[in-house]
């Protein structure tokens, strides 16, 4: 079962998501400001999400007598009293570690073990409420806490499995969001008693579970993160030396700059249980595969034998296992000697006898190529979206009519074999790709009198590179210069807003720009251009930086003229079909209910098989109210 997710300032939390990564300061500053700040620069250094920190209010937790003289009690009050009135911070420090933690770009997380610290971290706002193991079944502070509606963290150290079902019923009833921790409260607790299979049974409960760990070293907090811990919390020190209880079972800063390393990579490898083929692969599948061919001529109503199919190259039709379901079935049209198989051919697309698209309130559309163009507008779209190539120029393409259709031209992505980039640091391809522009506005100028409406011309901006960071920027002065060169005059120029790993050539590129939600809206308030939102592309980079992609659809929402609608898988898995990627279309698409404008749904391959992939997409859109 896969657990639901929650979102701490922004960033998705569950067990489909990146790891969240929290590094326990807790007391380990003991005292110190400067040191405080120290190790929140060590945090950040290592990569992690968030810092957290504990607040106490002392009188709130003991008698007064304990505190003022701790030496009348038990050996262990002896020892941890004098402690925690040493280490705790002024109210004051908290309200500026906040603000340093907010500066190192670092959500700030802290564990109130009262009313009155609760009250004052919600206060100075905090990302997210963590609650300790010994307070798991303080129900009273639970409630308290949780009606303040912040994200609690809960770990379950110490506790029965009664008292763990018990505290999660009360958090599900009060509505707040929230995950659990499996956790031994122990220090250290060494490998034979960290017991990690317990993190399979709190998924039962069906919240992001976590690893808060006392272990000794990274490999345990590694092996919780495989085994779909959404959140890793360990104790950060500058010195495992230092006086205090929690240094010796902390990581120092070079340890946890290594664990988080190993959990990102981690993260990558395990990716998830859908089976998606990367692009590399289906390409190389066409060229290597093998597909069901027909071994002569087949009029349509011909009823296969196993002698009139024969396996043979591309793999770009019905794969040989399908062999046994294609015998028997009656084909619906003509074959040629030697063209392969459809899916359609064993599937036929059922026709509802509504028109497609009939439902939808926007201008929804189709892509083409010039060679598909007449089969695609057979369907009637509202708008047709033709995607060029380089060589496409040299083709004698004329209109056979004039259409009730808005037309669409995307720029071509490869120049003289190199990509696209208006964003160049070469004056080359820069001023090549201006060119390309340019030449796509003219046939856009050509062809708009057999079309409705002002034509709009779609280009990349480019920023792409195989290893190199590149200067942000410097590419922005480029794409600016770019745009004064570009001559839109007659069309509705639009920019894509582009993808963290991209794939091209065979391989994955590198994004550098136009990729994040505020930078995307800055540079469109400060030129006056509009964009073409690829739901893909941004699903893509919120995956990467672990952003809430509805915040990113919220930002760009006043600049979109244009919509390319696919689902997205992982980091550079883009163009899947609606539903079978990482997307949650119930949780995006209200936020679009209201666009009348122009769309398209861009799943790759998606034009094969007549259209089959577009049509499919198409019907899965329609449930919702756009």
């Known amino acids: 079962m896969n657990s639901k997710k929650i979102w701490i300032n922004n960033k998705a939390i569950g067990e489909d998501c990146p790891t969240y990564i929290v590094a326990e300061i807790g007391i380990n500053h003991n005292g110190s400001l400067a040191l405080a700040r120290k190790l929140i620069d060590a945090a950040r250094d290592a990569g992690v999400d968030g810092v957290k920190f504990q607040k106490r209010h002392l009188l709130s937790l003991y008698p007064r007598d304990m505190l003022d003289h701790p030496e009348k009690y038990e050996q262990q009050f002896q020892y941890m009293i004098p402690i925690l009135k040493s280490v705790e911070l002024p109210e004051a420090d908290m309200v500026q570690l906040r603000a340093y933690a907010l500066e190192k770009e670092l959500d700030f997380l802290c564990t109130p073990f009262d009313k009155k610290s609760a009250d004052f971290l919600e206060k100075i706002g905090i990302h997210a409420f963590k609650i300790a193991s010994a307070d798991l079944n303080n129900l009273d502070l639970l409630a308290h806490i949780s009606a303040k509606g912040l994200p609690m963290i809960v770990s379950t150290g110490m506790s029965y499995r009664e008292e763990i079902g018990k505290t999660i019923d009360l958090l599900k009833e009060s509505g707040v969001e929230f995950a659990i921790l499996h956790c031994r409260s122990a220090y250290p607790v060494w490998p034979r008693e960290v017991n990690l299979k317990m993190i399979n049974w709190l998924k039962r409960y069906d919240v992001p579970v976590g690893y808060s760990g006392h272990d000794i070293g990274i490999v345990i907090p590694l092996v919780a993160a495989s085994m779909g811990a959404s959140i890793i919390e360990k104790h950060i020190t500058l010195d495992k030396k230092m006086a205090g209880p929690d240094h010796k079972i902390s990581l120092e800063a070079f340890e946890f700059k290594r664990m988080v390393r190993d959990i990102r990579i981690a993260d990558l490898a395990m990716a998830k249980e859908d089976r998606f083929l990367l692009r590399g692969e289906v390409l190389n599948r066409e060229v290597f595969g093998k597909s069901l061919t027909a071994k002569k001529t087949l009029p349509r109503g011909t009823v296969l034998t196993r002698e009139m199919i024969r396996v043979k190259g591309p793999g770009k039709g019905l794969s040989p296992t399908s062999m046994d379901d294609l015998v028997g079935t009656k ?41 598909d163009f007449h089969e695609m507008m057979v369907f009637d779209p509202k708008v047709i979206e033709i995607h060029l190539a380089e060589k496409d120029f040299q ?131 400060e030129t006056g251009i509009h964009i073409v939102f690829d739901t893909s592309h941004a699903a893509l980079y919120c995956n990467a930086k672990e952003i809430d992609l509805c915040h990113f659809i919220k930002t760009v929402r006043p600049y979109i003229r244009h919509i390319h609608m696919g689902d997205a898988y992982g980091l550079d898995g883009e163009g899947i079909q609606i539903h079978e990627g990482d997307m949650d279309f119930d949780r995006i698409m209200p936020l679009l209910s209201d666009y009348r404008g122009s769309w398209v749904p861009e799943i790759w391959r998606g034009h094969q098989n007549n259209a089959r992939g577009f049509l499919i997409a198409l019907e899965r859109m329609g449930k919702y109210n756009f």
Not at 337 to 354: I, K, N, Y
Not at 446 to 467: D, R, T
Not at 489 to 513: D, M, Q, S, T
């Open 395 to 525: 083709l004698a393409f004329t209109p056979r009519r004039k259409y009730s259709q808005h037309l669409v031209l995307h720029v071509a992505e490869y120049l003289d074999g190199k990509l696209m980039d208006l964003c160049s640091s070469d004056e080359g391809i820069r001023s090549g790709s201006v060119a390309l522009v340019n030449q796509t506005i003219a046939l856009a100028a050509e062809l708009a009198p057999f079309f409705q409406g002002v034509p709009k011309v779609i280009a990349h901006p480019g920023a792409m590179s195989l290893n190199a960071k590149l200067d942000k920027a410097q590419l922005k002065k480029a794409l600016l210069v770019s745009l004064e060169e570009i001559n839109s005059l007659g069309v509705e120029l639009l920019l894509e807003n582009l993808p963290p790993y991209p794939w091209y050539f065979g391989g994955a590129w590198k994004g550098n720009f136009f990729m994040d939600a505020d930078e995307i809206a800055m540079f469109c308030r």
């Open 331 to 371: 084909i619906s049209r003509d074959i040629g000697e030697g063209e392969v198989f459809l899916e359609t051919d064993l599937f036929p697309l059922v026709d509802s006898g509504a028109p497609v698209g009939a439902d939808f309130k926007s201008q929804w559309g189709l892509i083409a190529r010039f060679s």
